[in-house]
């Protein structure tokens, strides 16, 4: 069992739509949580960072964390075509600081 | 700032060579880590570097090897290529690369192997 699963999808959705995406991971020492978006013939880009359960807000971003039940989510609202992309959640463990990432959820966001 | 940035952007090799791939970190960034990137394994950790030492490493073959300049740049050398190893390699700075250090990536280095 991987250490961070993630739904590879794909996903697609009309223009508009909220856009939900999950992770689940399995190691307890996990404290950090990330969310990457990659665009094609790029590299993953930071797209929301945090520590603690709960939600955090950025713009039409919201990341969700529930330690409690190893779940994490980020939620898109009013998506845009230019959402399209591979999004990857990415946890990073408290006792060696390296990041497992999930394998990426390629969503389509249809004009 | 200056992003992260990876030289070449693009290679193409024959197995059993060998290859050099470069990185330059955000200014003022001290640790650096580098991954593979394939469609069937996503990325996997290779290893990082933070003040010239290596401080983590992946579960990769001796092959894989790298390091740290004085001034944070690094470089990751992979010999006797195979087949393989074609992946995209995506290096990654941050300050410090522990807690509450996000990791920042560049757009990678995209190796074939032929």
Redesign the interface.
């Known amino acids: 069992q991987k250490e961070v699963e993630q739904d590879p999808g794909p996903l697609s959705v009309p223009e508009g739509a909220i856009v939900s995406l999950n992770c689940t991971y399995s190691n307890s020492a996990f404290q950090y949580f990330m969310w990457y978006r990659q665009y094609s013939r790029k590299g993953p880009e930071l797209l929301m960072y945090t520590y603690s359960s709960g939600n955090k807000e950025d713009g039409r971003f919201t990341a969700q964390v529930d330690k409690s039940s190893k779940y994490i989510s980020l939620f898109i609202r009013d998506s845009q075509p230019s959402d399209s992309a591979t999004y990857l959640c990415a946890i990073q463990s408290l006792n060696d600081y390296k990041l497992s990432f999930g394998a990426g959820t390629t969503v389509t966001v249809r004009a | 700032k200056a992003g ?1 940035t ?1 030289t070449p952007r693009y290679l193409i090799k024959t197995r059993g060579q060998q290859v050099t791939l470069s990185c330059s970190p955000i200014s003022g960034h001290r640790s650096v ?1 580098w991954y593979q990137q394939t469609p069937g394994q ?2 996997q ?1 290779l290893f ?1 570097y933070f003040s010239e030492t290596q401080r ?1 490493k ?1 579960n990769f073959p001796g092959r894989f090897s790298g390091r740290q300049f004085s001034n944070s740049r690094s470089e990751m050398n992979v010999s006797t290529l195979e087949l393989g190893d074609s992946a995209l390699y ?1 290096c ?1 700075s941050s300050e410090t ?4 250090s ?7 280095t995209r190796l074939t192997v032929t």
Request: proline letters at 5%; aromatic letters at 10%.
């Open positions: 992260v990876q880590s996503g990325l950790f990082e983590n992946g995506l990654a690369g522990s807690d509450n996000p990791l920042h990536f560049g757009n990678g």
